[in-house]
């Protein structure tokens, strides 16, 4: 069974940096493609960036130049490393894992590709 266990959020000023971490278990890691969703008080949830085994990445345009995900498949864990946080930032982020083969284009994955979920983590940025 996978498991997805994210950590790493918090209540930080507009500006900051945080890293959230994502850690799996239970599948082969380095073969998951993995995704980062947020939803936000009263909205619907919204892509936020991926990855897939390959290594390439891609990003919402929201937080395009700002969010760096990045995979380490020897400690089974996925970072999203968000520079200069704004407000609009605010949510609770969920890592996903992707169901079947991950070495596609993940930018044309939808939220019914991924298999597991994690609970979530919440980050809270202040102006």
């Known amino acids: 069974q996978v498991q997805l266990v994210e950590s790493g959020g918090g209540l930080v000023q507009a500006g900051v940096s945080l890293r959230l971490s994502c850690a799996a278990s239970g599948s082969i890691f380095r073969f998951n493609g993995m995704g980062w969703y947020r939803r936000a008080p009263g909205k619907e949830r919204e892509w936020v960036s991926c990855i897939n085994t390959p290594g390439s990445t891609y990003y919402a345009g929201s937080v395009q130049g700002r969010f760096t995900i990045s995979r380490d498949n020897a400690k089974n864990t996925v970072y999203l490393q968000m520079n200069s946080l704004k407000p609009e930032d605010t949510a609770v982020y969920y890592c996903?894992?992707?169901?079947?083969?991950?070495?596609?284009?993940?930018?044309?994955?939808?939220?019914?590709?991924?298999?597991?979920w994690g609970q979530g983590t919440q980050v809270t940025v202040s102006s």
């Open positions: 996903a894992k992707k169901t079947g083969g991950s070495s596609s284009y993940c930018g044309s994955w939808a939220p019914i590709d991924f298999g597991s």
